[in-house]
């Protein structure tokens, strides 16, 4: 068996560390790997040696797989928190409650954006977006970050095989299905832009706003196998390079990008069927919350006005759709991990499966994310460790998305190019008393939002002169009482505004490593709106 360039190196750093160190003494050594001198005799004695050795570390196929550290990502757009294995009891959701039952559910995950873009620029590069710039959607990220190293980029620098299948960075959605979208050629050494009858069917779809589907309430109950839309492509071409990655000795990245439950919430009926709209519950809200709020967060769930106030059937089919959408990712997700197992890779292979921000589906009265409140922050973050199968567990402390990159690449043995602010979720947490208790940090316009165990403290303005938020989750897991002005608070509330501050400070810090940062980098124009309307008959022959 020819070995490949890796399994020498490594092969020969073996032969190296254990040749007997009489004989290794004859040596001046620079590195591992490098002699600068040795004697004839000794030399060829050493070749010998070490050709023994390597030809003896020659991985058989099954000592490869187990030896191989593999990575397959898993992203969904804009999936709140609503699966089973959270807690929700009107979920359909097995397979990632499988999942999570086999790994580690991290119940307080925050994103550090609640935007599309900016969360997915800020989680793949281990960054806040106050240190990327990016802080709108359609900025490329070589634009704003010309030699920043992503996640994949990293393990495409060591030799691994990195591939991506749907969305991972920013793709307007559903405008840009079917393209490359915002994406980061550097990232992939080959990626799929599936496009299924979702796309098609754009005409069918209903939309409280004529034609418009990406940011607006829009929803269709489709006809055709899953597998013929494009999240169920998106696992489709999953599951083939799954197999092919089964046939190589190469190590492989794997990041499979799913576009629901973003709108427009398109899934097969018979994801419809799973949840009859009569059993979806739409969140009570009483406008009177709305008078202890800062002007910026009442305009960031009242800013759209043609999603409030929907009427209580409108609401139960938006919330039926949305359900439907997340059980038809879910059963995506069920068929690439069921081929992860049947390749035999499932032993070798660490799986992540998170999203890129949460979701409002009427709690403050408000149907999008982008706002600073939990719904739109907290967000599914599931990582099954083959090391460690079946091990049921739970963390409940804080994290957040930034952790993504400082965990794969350490679970890997690879080493990040710039020290990233995040920490391995996969390590316990080292702490001093001097340290404060953990906290998930978010960013949104021109406010930020600390979460620590038990409060959430947001502030608006520069230094809080818009105003500020204090809620306590032992009594108010809803955010519904505003406490920042009540007297029996002060003292929580100056001790958080202190950290929230520092980490304001802190987070615009960007790291050595990281290279040269664009802060006037611009979005792209927008795509002109899709038009609803039937596709244009064919011409009679």
Known sequence: MFLDGCQARICWRRTWEEFPKSIASSFIVLEPDIVRFAPQSAWRLLSVVALGFMVSCAPSEKEHLNATRNVLLLVADD??????C?????????NLDALASEGIRFDQAHCQYPLCGPSRTSFLTGLYPSQTGVRENRVMLRDAMPEVVTLPQLFRQHGYHVTRVGKLFHYDNPGEIGTSGQDDNPSW???YNPSGRDKREEHLIHSLVEGKFGGTL??????GLGEEHTDGMVASLTIEKLRVHAQSQQPFFLAAGFFRPHTPFVAPSSFFDMHPKGDMVVPDYADSSLLKLPSPAKRSIRGNRVQVDLAHDTAQMVIQAYRASVSFVDAQVGRVLRALKETGLEDNTLVVFLSDHGYHLGEHGHWQKQTLFEEATRV????????????HAAEFAPVELV????TVAAWAGLVPPAQLPGRNVLRPRETTKDQVSPSAYTEWRRGSSLRTARHRITRWGNEGELGWELYDHQADPSELDNLADHPDMRSTMDSLQQVLLQMDSSHKVVPDGVGRVNPLAMPLPRVAPLLKRPPLESPEP
Do not use: K, Q, V
């Open 380 to 391: 599914p973050f599931i990582l099954r460790n083959p090391d460690e199968l079946n091990s």
């Open 189 to 191: 050494d080959e990626t």
């Open 218 to 223: 829009s929803w269709l109950s489709s006809e």
């Open 86 to 94: 959270y807690g929700d009891s009107l979920a359909s959701t097995p």
């Open 79 to 84: 999936l709140n928190c609503m699966l089973g």
């Open 403 to 406: 952790d993504l990159y400082p």
